[in-house]
């Protein structure tokens, strides 16, 4: 039975079009990228939590909830992430678009959401915006923010602000976004980029320490931080919502789509090899009715491997094969 799926459904792989760059999810009802719930070395490992995610036939909606990866607060909720699962092309690029109603947001906290880029909850790098709490300026504005993380040598995690920012906006409720880019050059840089309403298109962080991290150069710390967390095994790319207090806000985040040129897991990829293939199928086969959080083989993340995760496979059988 097994075996005569297999070789049905290579047939099909064979007459199916090529899986094509760049690896983009618009959120169409649910993800078409093989997006894991799982963050190690968070608490819970599977951050799917609360049912604050849903889906509309074109965006994801995650509702902030208590929680975080700040220091030695590991235990965020409802990360999505993509494993990486290739080489990292000379000049990536990562972007993700969303929006909120700002006028829900409280104004007290550093309330944010945007991007990440993480191994695990104890290094990482962030690209957000960021509602302006009053103690750093005019509350009715947000603003493009970067943040990253990583253990001393002591084995400490220390948080660090990432020293660019946006120029502080009035936002409005249409999409905005954030957009994180390698500039090969000499020197080589990392570039930070925006859009909303009031921009023409993707604009460069106009804050007052620029856009750019140069290799070599003014930045080096976080050009290095963020091509090495590139280049580590297990690297995750992700969305992140953030509340930034333990008060219960539950801000909806809505996001339209994330992009990227960086290889990651396709849909249905069970074991992030990049290629959905018989392996994929046969895991899903072998833990067919079992229940529980964030099982790889739970494709569609209902808490339950049933054929609904093994049609998925199947329609993506192929896909991210050489
Ligand atoms: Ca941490
Ligand atoms: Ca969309
Ligand atoms: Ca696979
Ligand atoms: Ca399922």
Redesign the pocket.
């Given at each position: 039975m097994k075996r005569t799926l297999v070789s049905l459904f290579t047939a099909i792989a064979l007459t199916s079009t090529a899986y094509v760059q760049p690896y983009r999810d618009d959120f169409n009802g649910g993800f078409s990228l093989g997006w894991s719930w799982k963050l190690p070395s968070n608490d819970p490992l599977c951050t799917l939590f609360d049912n604050a995610v849903s889906f509309s036939s074109s965006s994801m909606t995650i509702e902030t909830r208590d929680g975080g990866m700040f220091e030695a607060y590991n235990n965020h909720k409802n990360v999505p992430t993509l494993r990486v699962v290739g080489p990292v092309p000379t000049d990536w690029y990562i972007e993700v678009v969303f929006r909120t109603d700002w006028s829900q947001v409280p104004a007290a906290y550093f309330t944010q959401a945007g991007l990440v880029i993480a191994t695990d909850a104890t290094r990482y790098f962030q690209v957000l915006i960021t509602r302006t709490p009053p103690f750093i300026g005019d509350p009715t504005t947000v603003y493009g923010s970067t943040n990253a993380e990583e253990p001393t040598e002591t084995g400490s995690e220390q948080f660090r602000w990432g020293e660019r920012v946006t120029n502080a906006w009035t936002p409005d409720s249409d999409w905005m976004g954030v957009r994180i880019e390698h500039v090969s050059g000499n020197p080589n840089a990392i570039r930070l980029q925006f859009r909303h309403s009031g921009t023409d298109g993707w604009v460069d962080y106009d804050g007052f320490n620029g856009a750019y991290y140069v290799q070599g150069g003014f930045g080096d710390y976080f050009y290095n931080h963020i091509v090495n967390l590139l280049n580590s095994a297990g690297v995750r790319l992700g969305v992140y919502t953030d509340n930034a207090c333990g008060c219960g806000n539950q801000i909806p985040f809505e996001f339209d789509y994330f992009e990227t040129n960086i290889p990651v897991a396709p849909l249905g990829?069970?074991?992030?090899?990049?290629?959905?293939?018989d392996?994929?199928l046969l895991a899903v086969l072998f833990a067919f009715g079992n229940a529980g959080d964030c099982q790889d083989e739970d494709i569609n993340s209902d808490g339950i491997v049933d054929d609904a995760d093994l049609l998925s496979v199947l329609f993506a059988f192929g896909n991210g094969c050489s």
């Open positions: 990829d069970v074991n992030a090899d990049g290629c959905v293939d392996a994929d």
